[in-house]
C-alpha cells in the first residue's frame, strides 16, 4: 500500500513509499536508474518502481478496493509493462499518455496496479486501469495513495490510504518554495506504515539526477546514488 508525491516548487522532488507484505524485492542502482525490482515467480526479478537518469519517475500503487474492469479482455496493452518501458527509457510519458488516450490499460486479473508516472519537466500522469487517466502539466504538487482518483472516497477499504492522502496533501499544500529532498523525506516519514509496512522510502532530486532512499523506515540509514 503506497504513496507517491510529485512536487514542483523550485526544483522537482519525487518521494514514493513502497508498502508491501510477503514480497521479495531488492534495489538496483545503475548508470541509467535505480530500480526496485519485484521477484516475480514466472518472470523473475521485474523492474517496477524506481527513477532513471532520463528524469523519469514510476510508481504502481495497487487500487482498493480493485476494479474488475481492469481486467484483462483482449489485447489492451498492460499497466505494468507501459511503467516498465518507461522505467527503461523504452518509452517516453507523451507516448504513454497517447496510448492511454487510443485505448484501455488493462492490469492483471483480480488486482488493479495504477501507475503514477512523472517526467524531468515534472508532468504527471496518473492511470486507473479501467477507469482512465489524468495528465498534469507541471502541477504544483500531486499526491497518489491506494484508491482510486476517480472515486476518490466513495468507496472505502483499509487500505485506501485517504488519511495518507489527505496527510501528504496538507503538508505539501503549506510546503515552501525551497522545498527540497530533506522535506520530501519529512511527508514520506509521516505517512509511512506498520501494518502493511514501508519497506523502502525513495526521494529523486530530477535536476541532480540523484535518488535518496532508505529501506524499513530507518530514516537516518540513507543511501544516495547519482546517475549519469
Same mark, same amino acid.
Given at each position: ?40 515467480? %514466472? ?84 492511470? %486507473? ?100
Amino acid at each position: 500500500m503506497c504513496t507517491s508525491i510529485v512536487v514542483n516548487k523550485n526544483k522537482t522532488i519525487v518521494g514514493w513509499n513502497l508498502d508491501i507484505i510477503d514480497m521479495e524485492y531488492r534495489i538496483r542502482p545503475t548508470e541509467e536508474g535505480v530500480y526496485i525490482e519485484i521477484n516475480d515467480a %514466472v518472470e523473475g526479478w521485474m523492474p517496477l518502481f524506481g527513477a532513471n537518469a532520463r528524469g523519469d519517475f514510476v510508481g504502481m500503487p495497487t487500487c482498493w478496493p480493485t476494479d474488475r474492469r481492469s481486467d484483462p479482455k483482449g489485447d489492451e496493452p498492460n499497466v505494468i509493462m507501459l511503467d516498465i518501458d518507461l522505467l527503461l527509457q523504452k518509452k517516453t510519458l507523451e507516448e504513454i499518455r497517447e496510448i492511454a488516450e487510443a485505448k484501455p490499460i488493462c492490469s492483471i486479473p483480480g488486482l488493479t496496479f495504477m501507475s503514477a508516472l512523472s517526467d524531468k519537466s515534472g508532468n504527471v500522469l496518473h492511470i %486507473v486501469p479501467g477507469q482512465g487517466h489524468t495528465y498534469y502539466e507541471k502541477p504544483a504538487y500531486k499526491v497518489m495513495t491506494n484508491f482510486s482518483p476517480f472515486k476518490m472516497n466513495r468507496e472505502e477499504h483499509p487500505w485506501m490510504g485517504w488519511d495518507r492522502y489527505l496527510k501528504a496533501g496538507k503538508m505539501l499544500e503549506n510546503a515552501d518554495d525551497d522545498f527540497d529532498v530533506e522535506d520530501c523525506f519529512d511527508v514520506l516519514r509521516e505517512v509511512s506504515q506498520t501494518v502493511c509496512p514501508t519497506e523502502v522510502s525513495m526521494v529523486f532530486d530530477v535536476a541532480e539526477r540523484t535518488v535518496y532512499w532508505c529501506e524499513k523506515r530507518q530514516w537516518d540509514n540513507r543511501e544516495r546514488f547519482q546517475m549519469i
